[in-house]
């Protein structure tokens, strides 16, 4: 890269990420203060002049069961665990249809300059769970390609995998359908193999946002030795916003800053995500984070000539054949 580069990316799901994990019976609330978030977190970017890219639930595209019906591949996963599959949970029952499809939000997105619409797989599909196939895997993709090409005109080229989780196979499967950037995880340890769900390991990461435990976390990335698709390592996860972290929040938003910092001096990138329900509790501290956040890249912008890119603005200018 010549210029020291921001990239954001956000996985944009709603209750489709964390279906195997909450039930959704109180959480209409929260989602609904997420909807609310979506056009503010857009205006920031605006207004700050920032590209994004929103990894999004194919699922989340559609604007109604039926609508959804009708995507859907013709292969499921057949997870061993069958509470993984969207699929199965789905179809147990009515389900808030304001919690799962917002198709009017990835019309905005898709309406507000520099931000990029990417996929986060169809059914928010995990890679690495015993029963997985990379022809269901593929399958699913296909799905994401087709709705977002069909319903809005866009050709998907950035991958998010969900829960972080993928292999070479995965990636193989994402080059085959024309992806050209993915999110990929830290070197450290304590980000490896996500799907074990280690609790040492999750202890770790969350330490990590505060104190220095992992490797740095800006990098080069040199045209000569990039891969198709680009692999984007993650940088940093920006934890949500709670006051019972007391001065905890102050110090994991000033890791952050000091680390853009780094990145613009060395000329690196500096890739930072997050899921936008994650402001559905705090939304007004959760936002005021993220302006913090944008006002220092801002001042770095104007110091040091960094910019701020979306996956698929990376790719584009790193891969020969764009």
Known sequence: MNRPTLVISLDFELHWGRFDKVSLQNWETYYQITREVVPKLLSLFSQYE???TWATVGMLMAESPDEWLHYCPTSKPEYK???????????????????????ELVQNILETPGQELGSHTFSHYYTMEKGHLDHVFRED???????AHEKYGVD?????????????????????????AVRTNPVDWFWKTPEKRELLKKIWRTSDSVLSLGKKTSYQLEKEI???PISLPASRFLRPFHPKLGRFNKLKIDRIINEIT?????????HIWWHPHNHGHYPDQSLNEVKQILEHFSACRDQYGMQAQSMKG????LIPSH
């Not at 993709?141 to 709705?147: G, Q, T, V």
């Not at 780094?262 to 500096?270: C, G, L, R, S």
């Not at 990376?314 to 200018?317: C, E, K, L, M, T």
Request: a positive charge; charged letters at 20%.
């Open 141 to 147: 993709l296909s799905a994401s390609k087709k709705i």
């Open 156 to 180: 998907l080229t950035s991958l998010v995998f969900p829960r972080n989780q993928y292999n070479s196979n995965a990636i193989q499967v994402a080059r085959d359908l024309g992806f050209t």
């Open 81 to 103: 665990d069958p509470r993984l599959s969207a699929y199965n949970w789905f179809n147990e029952g009515p389900k808030n249809k304001s919690c799962l499809f917002a198709p």
């Open 262 to 270: 780094t990145a613009a001096k060395n000329n690196e990138v500096y």
């Open 314 to 317: 990376i790719a584009h200018s």
């Open 50 to 52: 920032v590209e994004v």
């Open 226 to 228: 990039v891969s198709n």
